[in-house]
């Protein structure tokens, strides 16, 4: 039996790094090469008794001394991997490839407390998994020493009050906070957990006094309407459907890694902001009509924009605000939500507690957070998230002091898209298109495009229409052609939507000033290694 | 100053030749590249006023010679151009390249009767006009010689009565009739008038009383309502919008032409397989309503699907079906009309006459022709048009003989396509998008791909949704860099949707059993020659 090693490496990150030993088995004549069926092997159960009987020993004699988070942290590899629980601190180096879920994933809490990802995965409460622990703690975590985390600005009192994250999240700006869940842990479920959700914030978190808080919908008479929660609630049908959030900027980073010779400006996302949560609340357009808000009216006096604000105001007093076309707003097949819950809570603070915008299929930025206005304008908003920053232009237009911004429209729906998240030999990922465009196929090439085939999909989609405003999973069992004569393959993903489109193959002719919605194929390169 | 040649080479036929003189004016330094802006000059008009003076005496000699239709069909080319008109024929081979639509345009009707070319380019009635044509007379037209056009297949009685085309369609097929204009006339209106509107029949055309004619509409007690012309008219609102139909086979003949070793299966269309009317009816969901069906009950029952079938029976009575989901039927921002004028005329017969189902952005064969019966089902109409023909397939299924039909949704809406119907110094060609996407933005690339630029566009688009059910139409300026290496240059076109799609790079990718929806960037190489 032939045996070989395969080691995947995203050409973005080292995040990507998995490593696999890997057996032949049967081949299938019927495909157009001869494929070896590559699976993995549980090399790592061995080792699993192995290093229990070990650390047995070895872990009670140190359990009083004492360390800080700050020394616990540093200790975040596989060459020495440290966590915390409940008070006390554990080296479980030896036990990372012996870790039911990989080491990969245990990884994720390198130098991290446990408790919230033990939180998400619950399997880890069973008696036993505690016992296994206890013969790796070296010693007690200084309390004194635990900082809240993502408190990285304490000096900074606008950020003072900032809610806990999840310590796994990739931060690609602490304050305001900017961060995405590492692939591996989105991938998990079709629905995003709350505290893995993707977060995009503009100003720090705000403080809302759910005791007073109105949601104010401006008259056509001048004067203001407000609503509180509960009234939503009695007024309107509630209505709960899976929504897919997606940044603009998400899969950025790829255009500054690909493209030679000029840069894009903004946060260097990776593959990873865009989540999938199960949002309630009323239609908007259910609102507009119970403040007598009329679409033939305000289309007849010129009000085309419905725009919305936040309370996340700057020092200027002004939230930030959205609009998207009135028309859109009393459509009720695009489905526009103002939602008070996410995944069956009240929405959390970082992501609009206690309302948010619900558009669905749109960029996120048009999703407003502690949505708190709402009023008919014949202008868009001014908020410059609506008149600049999300706005597509040519890979021309390079020079970012001097972007014709009136010259584009802003970026509403979404164009289809897709990633690989887990390339290993069951690789896996997302696709997604906007505007209500459901996934029908996602192709994966596994030599740089010149041959696809059909991955294994998972979706909502209405089976009649195809029409889903949720992203679709698909996995692969990957095959490796046994007549490779490279040490690697370039594996490559591109989804089609139910509008037929597809997406662009190489990243140049998408380059955006602004580095905005990179769809073009997402490629990862996996190094095979013959043992 | 420097001249220089440049000649248009289409990779996919020749109708793309052109021939222009051109010259460098002042160039403009702010551009990547130093440019020449190139123009055309009128080198034809010296040979107006010589070919015109050559010809006069020759003419009249010759005013009793009978040619047959047959003859005048032989000469069609550049090389010797002879046409019909009002019983007459005309060898007018010198004046081609005096034509002021230029010789192009006048090779459309080489071999040809002129009246309905003349019939739409009315300049052609100005007396001068008759005037020149006078001199070039070189005999009479036998009249017995005469066949209707398009009849080449008298023989088969089903095609016996087919209606007149235009002379200019490129026909894919005679027997149906499938045929699509050319480029050049396709380009000149933001409407295409009725008698270039490509036709894509399956069967002979109907012929229709419409003294007897109604619409069949099932009801859902087992009964049907039928519903004439002037009942339509007059029970519902009517409505009139500008309508791009495609047949999902447009730009077909790119796949055999670009993608080696293996052969898409269909008609070989060019890029006109495109044309937009203004459509006049009522709503779908108006007569639904009026006959008492319900969505909701229909969707409670499991009916989830509209069909339709026209008039154009086969030998087994049953006319060309089509289905598209009840819930788009009912969706008045849908705008699906029952059709009864075409262009402010009846409906021509070709193109359904009386009643056409018009769907606006989906692809041309759910646009069903001499709608006849309307009825809700549980199941897609079991037309082929819908439970084959119109699938999408990955490029990894090759084997005409086992396509697993039932494994892909039938297409409806269209994804983002752009063609270049003129390349020249003055470039121009259409864009579109299905599903009430309007194109925002046109790119054009001259070197392959590597650099773009953006087009000047033309379009009916909402402007706050940048919604449209009608194409746009671009043109641009075409300059060739001034330090350009190669003798040839490749233009490149690509359009982005108000969904922020775009068009794929290539072809191969998209390769599908079926050649449908080739919507990668459209490629015309232009040879440059130095003078």
């Given at each position: ?201 503009r ?10 808080f109105t949601l104010d919908v401006s008259l056509p008479n001048g004067n203001v309407l407000p609503l509180s929660i509960?009234e939503l609630?009695?007024k309107f049908e509630?209505i709960?459907?899976?929504v897919?959030?997606?940044?603009a ?32 609340g009323v239609l908007l357009t259910d609102i507009l009509e119970h403040a007598g808000i009329s679409y033939q009216e305000c289309r007849a006096k010129g009000l085309v924009h419905l725009r919305v604000e936040g309370l996340d105001a700057g020092?200027d007093g002004v939230g930030t605000g959205a609009s998207i076309p009135l028309e859109r707003a009393f459509d009720r097949s695009s489905s526009v939500l103002v939602a008070f ?11 609009g507690?206690?309302l948010r915008l619900v558009v669905p299929g749109t960029v996120g930025a048009r999703n407003i957070k502690w949505l708190s206005k709402i009023s008919v304008s014949a202008e868009e908003s001014e908020s410059p998230t609506q008149r600049r920053d999300y706005k597509l ?11 014709p911004w009136e010259q584009a429209p802003s970026v509403q729906y979404l ?19 906007g505007a209500g ?32 405003f ?62």
């Amino acid at each position: 039996m032939r045996k070989n090693l395969i080691r995947a490496l995203s050409k973005r990150s080292s995040s990507h790094h998995v490593s696999r030993e890997v057996q032949s088995s049967s081949s299938d004549e019927s495909r157009k090469f001869r494929m070896f069926k590559w699976t993995a092997i549980s090399s790592g159960l061995a080792a699993f008794y192995y290093l229990h009987e070990r650390s047995k020993t070895e872990a009670l004699s140190k359990e009083e001394i004492l360390f800080t988070a700050d020394e616990v942290s540093k200790h975040n590899s596989l060459e020495s991997l440290w966590v915390s629980y409940k008070g006390k601190v554990y080296d479980v180096t030896e036990f990372a490839q012996a870790h039911p879920g990989g080491a990969k994933n245990l990884l994720l809490a390198a130098g991290k407390d446990l408790a919230p990802f033990w939180g998400l995965y619950q399997q880890h409460s069973a008696d036993h998994v505690q016992e296994i622990l206890a013969r790796y703690c070296i010693g007690k975590l200084d309390p004194k020493s635990v900082k809240k985390s993502c408190l990285k600005s304490d000096k900074n009192t606008a950020y003072s009050n900032e809610p806990e994250r999840h310590p796994a999240m990739k931060i690609n700006n602490p304050t305001p906070f900017n961060g995405e869940p590492p692939p591996s842990l989105l991938l998990r479920s079709f629905i995003t957990p709350n505290e893995l959700h993707f977060i995009r914030n503009r100003l720090p978190v705000p403080e809302v006094d759910i005791a007073t808080f109105t949601l104010d919908v401006s008259l056509p008479n001048g004067n203001v309407l407000p609503l509180s929660i509960d009234e939503l609630k009695e007024k309107f049908e509630v209505i709960e459907m899976p929504v897919t959030l997606m940044c603009a900027g998400n899969r950025r980073s790829e255009f500054n890694a690909q493209v030679k010779d000029k840069k894009v400006n903004g946060l260097s996302w990776g593959q990873c902001a865009i989540s999938t949560a199960r949002w309630k609340g009323v239609l908007l357009t259910d609102i507009l009509e119970h403040a007598g808000i009329s679409y033939q009216e305000c289309r007849a006096k010129g009000l085309v924009h419905l725009r919305v604000e936040g309370l996340d105001a700057g020092p200027d007093g002004v939230g930030t605000g959205a609009s998207i076309p009135l028309e859109r707003a009393f459509d009720r097949s695009s489905s526009v939500l103002v939602a008070f819950e996410m995944n069956g809570e009240e929405i959390p603070r970082d992501h609009g507690f206690p309302l948010r915008l619900v558009v669905p299929g749109t960029v996120g930025a048009r999703n407003i957070k502690w949505l708190s206005k709402i009023s008919v304008s014949a202008e868009e908003s001014e908020s410059p998230t609506q008149r600049r920053d999300y706005k597509l232009f040519g890979p021309n237009v390079t020079n970012v002091k001097n972007i014709p911004w009136e010259q584009a429209p802003s970026v509403q729906y979404l164009p289809v898209t897709s990633a690989i998240l887990e390339p290993s030999t069951g690789t896996k990922g997302y696709a997604y298109s906007g505007a209500g465009n459901g996934i029908t196929r996602v192709d994966i090439s596994v030599d740089g495009g010149q041959t696809w085939t059909q991955t294994e999909i998972f979706n909502e989609n209405d089976p009649y229409t195809q029409k889903s405003f949720a992203w679709t999973l698909w996995n692969f069992e990957l095959e490796i052609p046994e007549d490779i004569k490279e040490d690697k393959i370039e594996i490559c993903i591109r989804a089609i939507d139910s509008n037929c489109n597809t997406q662009p193959e190489k990243i140049d002719a998408l380059w955006n000033i602004r580095g905005l919605l990179n769809n073009s194929w997402h490629r990862i390169e996996l190094f095979v290694t013959r043992q």
